[in-house]
């Protein structure tokens, strides 16, 4: 089962990396500490000294294993050199093909490579160049979403896919509780991955209206209309607020670009603009018009009612589907339901 653990974790809890910065050195040390996979969210740009200091950082705050996410969209070579030389657990690439080369260049330097993908056939295609494990992001996760298949559907056909070659399936989208983390194993998956339910913790560094949303917001929308064109062709799920219901059915040509500056941030040390449809959501350290900035949140969003602590979520998760699988699906308890 995968709460028992998977890649020698001691549990089968990935948190996924949160841009653009909202997944710092705290959050994971805090998901590390309690048996899970945290997950640091590397610059969108070169960065590399930048990079080698969240490692620094982070290990800093624990001697637990890690990883670094990389979107392979944007300029990124310099800074997976450091992550290799830094030897970080886990290197986690997000859309884009993973190149064979980087595969065999991680594993030289003792890294284990996740992607993450939306279909089958960007499953068969890290299979084939030796993916360590895979992340299956169904269309119900929050942010940037690759795919169109639902989980309950997508997850099966990976896990088929992979066949017993030991390739763990780690399942992502609209996941938040225990009961979630089951229907996964039940699919198949081996582990689950978590966006939304970990950027409403208290070590995240989301901002605190961002984050009281999350926990008063009910209802996700797939959408287009932010950052297009900073990331073109990039579709999100997001948080449905008074602002999104207002832009929602903006053309197709009206972008950001052209768009008032509504804010300020810091982001990974650099100060910078946030424009009206810009697809950044606002950090700890954003100001203006918070409650018209892009908030990205999964389907399962209205199951999150308060702020955790990280280690808290994680706890709740393997308890809670320990406790479910014993005694709601238990051998004995099935076999009483049946006669």
Known sequence: MGWKGIMGLEHGIVQAPLGPDVSGPELVAAVADAGGLGLLRAPDWECPEYTRGLIKKTRSLTHKPFGIGVVLAFPHEENVKVILDEKVAFLELYWGEVPEELVHRAHDAGVKVIPQVGSVEEARKAIEVG??????????????????????????????LVGDQ?????????????????????????????????????????HPDYKKQLIEGENTEYTDIFGRARWPEAPQRVLVTPFYIECKSLPDDVTEANQPVIGHTVIHGVEKEIRRLAGTVPNKTAEGEIESMVMYAGQGVGLIKEILPAAEVVKRLVEGAQLLIEQKFSRPQLLDKSV
């Open 166 to 206: 030991d390739i763990p399936v780690i399942a992502a989208g609209g996941i938040v509780d225990a009961r979630g983390y089951v229907a996964a194993l039940a699919l198949g998956a081996q582990g689950v991955c978590l966006g939304t339910r970990f950027l409403a913790t208290e070590e995240s560094n989301a």
């Open 131 to 160: 993916v360590d494990a895979i992340i299956v992001q169904g269309r119900e996760a929050g942010g940037h979403v690759i795919g169109q298949d639902a989980l309950i559907t997508l997850v099966p056909r990976v896990v088929d």
